[in-house]
């Protein structure tokens, strides 16, 4: 079983950046594909990058590609999104997400197995 706990949100002028965090426990976080996805009021979780179980690769969706950076660190059990140039769009609730399945790569909420509690992201205009 892992256990997933977001930190990092907060309140941000347009323009500025956000480091969230996603502290991970359990013994085989390393072996997981591991994704941010955001999510809004009435709407469906919407995909936003994901990393290889080694974080030799990772995809971003085409809405922060440039300016989102997904990266882990397995000894510490952690996965980290910078986020920069941030938009008025990109206000969400933020979760990561972690993925059993064999493959590097996960783009829809269904195909993952563990979630935080999120953390909101709010940008100001």
């Known amino acids: 079983q892992v256990q997933l706990v977001e930190s990092g949100g907060g309140l941000v002028q347009a323009g500025g950046s956000l480091r969230l965090s996603c502290a991970a426990s359990?013994?085989?976080?390393?072996?997981?594909?591991m994704g941010w996805f955001r999510q809004t009021p009435g709407k469906e979780r919407e995909f936003v990058a994901v990393?290889?179980?080694?974080?030799?690769?990772?995809r971003y969706a085409d809405s922060v590609k440039g300016r989102f950076t997904i990266s882990r660190d397995n000894v510490e059990n952690t996965v980290y999104l910078q986020m920069n140039s941030l938009k008025p769009e990109d206000t969400a609730v933020y979760y990561c997400?972690?993925?059993?399945?064999?493959?590097?790569?996960?783009?829809?909420?269904?195909?993952?197995?563990?979630w935080g509690q999120g953390t909101q992201v709010t940008v100001s205009s």
């Open positions: 997400a972690g993925a059993r399945g064999r493959g590097s790569y996960y783009y829809t909420a269904d195909e993952y197995d563990y």
């Open positions: 359990g013994r085989t976080f390393s072996s997981y594909a």
């Open positions: 990393i290889s179980w080694s974080g030799g690769s990772a």
